[in-house]
């Protein structure tokens, strides 16, 4: 999974806790993404960041944080989380081509569970 | 159509036939790119296609887009039983990226 990985790999969590995801590269690519992968609706962008402490919003950012304090890691944080939120969460790098919107390499995923 | 529908949802052929799968999308784009997803795992990067070209090649892949009609096709040729996935296209326009539902595709023995 081309240097990418994610921590955990499962959650189960409680509504209204917060919750903390991260991923992690070894190919000190700059852009980094967030997405959430859900039955019906396909994949959809979260946040992403194109630098150190350089982060954007996506489709669906509502009730998502994100921080990149060094180049090699990105986390995701749900304030409070709710159960529209389980779902798989993919996070993805690339080397910033096509104004970041390139060829992405994924990681394996975090499945998060909300009860 | 969304940005980014993909056609047929699902598919099944045998082994050693050609696959065909369709995406469409509505406003312009910059660029369009196929992924594969194999089951309990990431998305793996197949091709990407600028705005400006037509076809383009890589082993038994093969994918066309048509800006005028809004659409872009993927063949797989001489299919293998690893080939069976969900295919993705994502389209790039202005500064996002959208990705389609996906097409099931299995290979049949």
């Known amino acids: 999974d081309a240097g990418i990985t994610q921590s955990p790999r499962h959650k189960v969590t409680e509504t209204g806790t917060p919750v903390t995801l991260r991923c992690h590269q070894t190919?000190?690519?700059?852009?980094m993404y967030w997405y959430r992968q859900d039955p019906g609706h396909g994949l959809r962008l979260i946040h992403y960041?194109?630098?150190?402490?350089?982060?954007d919003k996506g489709e669906v950012s509502d009730g998502y944080s994100v921080s990149r304090s060094k180049t090699e890691d990105f986390l995701l944080t749900l304030e409070s989380a709710t159960s529209s939120q389980t779902s798989v969460y993919f996070c993805?790098?690339?080397?910033?081509?096509?104004?970041?919107?390139?060829?992405?390499?994924f990681g394996p995923g975090t499945r998060l569970t909300v009860t | 159509s969304q940005q980014g529908e993909e056609d047929p949802q699902a598919l099944s052929i045998q082994e050693g036939e050609n696959a065909t799968m369709n995406c469409s999308y509505k406003?312009?784009?910059?660029?369009l790119q196929w992924y594969r997803q194999n089951s309990g795992r990431g998305l793996v990067h197949l091709i990407l296609?600028?705005?400006?070209?037509r076809e383009k090649h890589s082993g038994r892949l093969r994918v066309t887009l048509d800006t005028s009609k809004k659409s872009s096709s993927l063949l797989i040729t001489a299919s293998r039983a690893a080939d069976t996935a969900s295919y993705f296209c994502?389209?790039?326009?202005?500064?996002?990226?959208?990705f389609g539902k996906g097409t099931r595709l299995h290979i049949l023995p």
């Open positions: 406003t312009s784009i910059n660029n």
């Open positions: 960041s194109y630098g150190v402490k350089d982060t």
């Open positions: 190919e000190n690519h700059r852009y």
């Open positions: 994502a389209t790039h326009p202005d500064d996002k990226i959208i």
């Open positions: 993805a790098i690339s080397m910033g081509l096509a104004g970041g919107f390139g060829e992405q390499y």
């Open positions: 296609i600028r705005s400006n070209e």
